[in-house]
């Protein structure tokens, strides 16, 4: 794969790229929005985290628009910013958790599966669209790395929550929680790698 993610070649967009950009954008942040809430009500880590993610999505998904048909040099830069967030992202759900460690809170398992299953709905929706453009630069491929840590992550909060339920005890959705956050940490160190060779790759303008 790593073979596939380094190229540094200027990338035009299309207008069909713009138009999905637009859609995730309009989905992450409704999705924030309904995951905020719903992990507040239900006092879910993990639900926080996720919400917290489409969050950072969607600014990731406003800066793709905003660097589109710039230089290289421009879109690996914004996607250094870009893997900053996701590190941000993952020390706030490591932060998140331990506090809810702290407190021993019992998450409300009906809300975390039905939300967690609408959220998965809209991810699959997003990565279906971008999954054609998994493979170019790297301001495109964190966007695809994105969007599939979204769709885990989703998965991930109803396997909570069936831990949640089944052994009344807040453990499975803090571990997912956990799990969230080394995903952003892993992806983060990809995409700044990526960039990386990308700036060096580059041919100074003269």
């Not at 958790?97 to 702290?102: N, P």
Request: aromatic letters at 8%; one cysteine or more.
């Amino acid at each position: 794969m790593a073979g596939h993610c380094c190229n540094s070649q200027p990338t035009r967009p299309s207008s069909r790229y713009r138009r999905i950009l637009w859609i995730a954008l309009a989905v992450n942040l409704g999705m924030f929005v309904v995951e905020m809430a719903a992990g507040a009500h239900a006092g879910s880590t993990s639900l926080l985290a996720d919400s917290l993610d489409f969050l950072g999505d969607a600014g990731n998904y406003a800066i793709s628009l905003w660097v589109l048909g710039m230089g290289v040099v421009a879109r690996a830069r914004a996607s250094l910013f870009k893997a900053l967030s996701m590190l941000a992202f993952a020390l706030g759900v490591l932060a998140t958790a331990l506090w809810q460690l702290m407190n021993q809170t019992l998450p409300d398992a009906p809300t975390m599966g039905s939300v967690g299953l609408l959220a998965l709905f809209a991810n699959l929706g997003v990565a279906a669209l971008l999954y054609a453009y998994r493979d170019g630069d790297s301001n495109m491929r964190s966007v695809w790395l994105c969007t599939r840590n979204d769709a885990l992550g989703n998965i991930a909060v109803l396997l909570a929550a069936l831990g949640v339920f089944g052994t009344g005890s807040a453990w499975p959705d803090l571990l997912v929680a956990f799990g969230m956050a080394s995903l952003a940490l892993t992806s983060a160190y990809q995409v700044t790698l990526q960039a990386r060779q990308e700036m060096l790759s580059a041919v100074p303008q003269t």
